[in-house]
C-alpha cells in the first residue's frame, strides 16, 4: 500500500459497521491488515471485529464514537496520534438527507457538514502529523461522483462532497514530496443500504447505474497504489465525471433525475 509499510500494517476506517467502510474491512482484514473499526453502533462493530479476528488471526480496535461531534473526533483523533501507529486512515463516515435544504432542519444541515466535512478535516490532519514523521502512509477520504457537479438540486451532499475531493487533491499534492498519500475515492451509486437508511426513494434508479461496494474498494486501493490523487470506479462514472465537469450546467440541469432534494411549493 505505502513505499514502506510498518509491520503488521495497521488500517483505521471510519463508517465501518455498514457498506464501502465495512468493505475495507473485509478487504484488508483479508490481505494481513490490522484494524481500528469506528462507527456508532458499538454492538455492530464488536461483531464485525470478533468475525474478522475469528477468522484472520490478527488484531482488531473498536471505537464507538459519533464524528458529527467534537468528542467523537477527539476520541479518533488521539488513536491516529498514539501507538501502534496507523499506517492507513480510511475517511468513509458520511451522511445525506432526504429533505431538500429549504425544508431541512438546520441542526441536520450542521451535522451534515460537520460529519462530511469537518470529520474529514479533523482526522486527515491528526494522520498526517505521524505519517510525515515516519515518511509514509496513506489517506483514503471517500467523496462521490456528486461533487463534480450539481446531479441533485437542493441537497447540500454533492456540496460537501466537493470539498471532500477539492481538500483531498490539494492536501495530496502538498504530502506527497513527504512520502505520504492522501487520495479521493469517488463511487456513484452503490449497494450499501445507504439510501434506504436516510429514507431516500432510489426506485427510480436504473439497476445499471449500481455498483458493489467489494468493486468500489478493490478499485480504490488499485488506484491508491498507482499514485493516483482521484479513483473513480467503473468505466461508466468515469464516463458521468467527465460530462460533469464539461458538459454545459444548462444541460446538466435539464437531465439531473436524483431528485431528493427538489422543492416546490407549499402543497405540491
Known amino acids: 500500500m505505502t513505499d514502506a509499510p ?13 457498506g464501502i467502510g465495512e468493505a475495507f474491512a473485509r478487504r484488508l482484514a483479508a490481505d494481513g491488515w490490522d484494524l481500528v473499526l469506528v462507527a456508532r453502533d458499538a454492538g455492530r462493530l464488536d461483531a464485525l471485529a470478533a468475525e474478522l479476528t475469528g477468522r484472520h488471526g490478527h488484531r482488531v480496535e473498536t471505537i464507538a464514537a459519533d464524528l458529527s461531534t467534537d468528542d467523537g473526533c477527539a476520541s479518533v483523533e488521539g488513536r491516529l496520534t498514539a501507538d501502534p501507529p496507523v499506517e492507513l486512515l480510511v475517511n468513509n463516515a458520511g451522511i445525506s438527507l432526504s429533505t431538500p435544504f429549504v425544508r431541512s432542519a438546520v441542526a441536520d444541515e450542521a451535522r451534515l457538514v460537520r460529519l462530511n466535512v469537518l470529520a474529514v478535516l479533523r482526522l486527515t490532519h491528526a494522520a498526517l502529523g505521524p505519517m510525515i514523521e515516519r515518511g509514509h502512509g496513506a489517506v483514503i477520504n471517500v467523496s462521490s461522483v456528486a461533487g463534480f457537479g450539481v446531479p441533485m438540486p437542493g441537497s447540500t451532499y454533492s456540496a460537501s462532497k466537493a470539498w471532500v475531493t477539492n481538500f483531498s487533491e490539494s ?68 464516463l458521468a465525471v467527465a460530462g460533469l465537469r464539461h458538459a454545459p450546467r444548462r444541460l446538466l440541469r435539464g437531465v439531473s433525475r436524483d431528485t431528493r432534494g427538489r422543492v416546490g411549493r407549499a402543497g405540491d
Open 6 to 18: 510498518l509491520t503488521p500494517r495497521r488500517a483505521l476506517i471510519t463508517g465501518a459497521s455498514l
Open 171 to 238: 492536501i495530496g499534492q502538498s504530502v506527497a514530496p513527504l512520502g505520504v498519500r492522501v487520495m479521493a475515492l469517488c463511487p456513484g451509486y452503490t449497494r450499501t443500504g445507504y439510501h434506504e437508511r436516510a429514507g431516500i426513494d432510489m426506485s427510480r434508479t436504473p439497476a445499471w447505474m449500481w455498483l458493489q461496494t467489494d468493486d468500489v474498494v478493490d478499485e480504490g486501493l488499485r488506484d491508491l497504489r498507482k499514485g493516483k490523487a482521484v479513483s473513480v470506479p467503473s468505466w461508466k462514472y468515469k
